[in-house]
Structure formats: C-alpha cells, structure tokens
Nanobody, 130 residues
Framework: QVQLVESGGASVQSGGSLRLSCAVS???????MAWFRQVPGKEREGVAA???????????AAKGRFTISQDNSQGNAKRSLQLQMNTLKPEDTAMYYC?????????????????????WGQGTQVTVSS
C-alpha cells in the first residue's frame, strides 16, 4: 500500500518562504511525482512535477519562485519529494497535494498523467497573508 504524507504547510506573510515535504511509504519504483494545489471552488492545478531522472516542469505561477526536488537515496520504497516556495504571494494560498504517478498514463511532461488513479496525499495547507 502506497502512502504519501505532506508536511510543512503554514501561515506566512507575503514575501515569505516555505518548504513542503512529502514522505512516501511503499514502492512507487520510478514513478514521476508532482505537487498540485487546490482552492475551494476551483479545480486542482499542477504546480511542479519531476521525473525520476530529475527533469522538472513548473506552472507559470511557480516558475522562478518554486523549486521541486526529490530524494531517492533511500530506495524506491522511501522516496521523498520537496517543494521550496519563495516570494510567496496571497494567491499561493491553497491546499497543496503530493502525487505519485503510479498508474497509467505515464508522465509525459504534462499535468494530465496525474489523475485520480494515482497515489495522492491528504494535503497540507498554505496560507499567505498580505
């Protein structure tokens, strides 16, 4: 059973920084991973994604401010994912979710590979005040 647990969400002021983490338990092998976010009443949107080899994808909102990284050094059953968020803005306020692409379609450099069939965490709340 694959489980993803996010942490690091908090309330910060505009211009501040946060580092989100996602701990993975269970084998996800070489799955690509990503961070999504969602605001109540809106669709979930991709923020940043990374494949096993480290190639990353960012949304326009995240480019230049956020950095996605991963730690695969503990093996394929204990991978982790991070999201360093700098220069935070009020519009970054959302629930942030970690996802592992463990089911088809395989990640192809777009957000569409990450769907409800994949492994999602429960989310961590980020609130940015002006």
């Amino acid at each position: 059973q694959v489980q993803l647990v996010e942490s690091g969400g908090a309330s910060v002021q505009s211009g501040g920084s946060l580092r989100l983490s996602c701990a993975v338990s269970g084998y996800i092998y070489y799955a690509s991973m990503a961070w999504f976010r969602q605001v109540p009443g809106k669709e979930r949107e991709g923020v940043a994604a990374i494949d096993y080899d480290g190639k990353s994808l960012y949304s326009d909102a995240a480019k230049g401010r956020f950095t996605i990284s991963q730690d695969n050094s503990q093996g394929n059953a204990k991978r982790s994912l991070q999201l360093q968020m700098n220069t935070l803005k009020p519009e970054d306020t959302a629930m942030y979710y970690c996802v592992a692409d463990i089911n088809p379609p395989s990640y192809d450099g777009t957000w569409y590979a990450f769907d409800e069939l994949d492994a999602w965490g429960q989310g961590t709340q980020v609130t940015v005040s002006s």
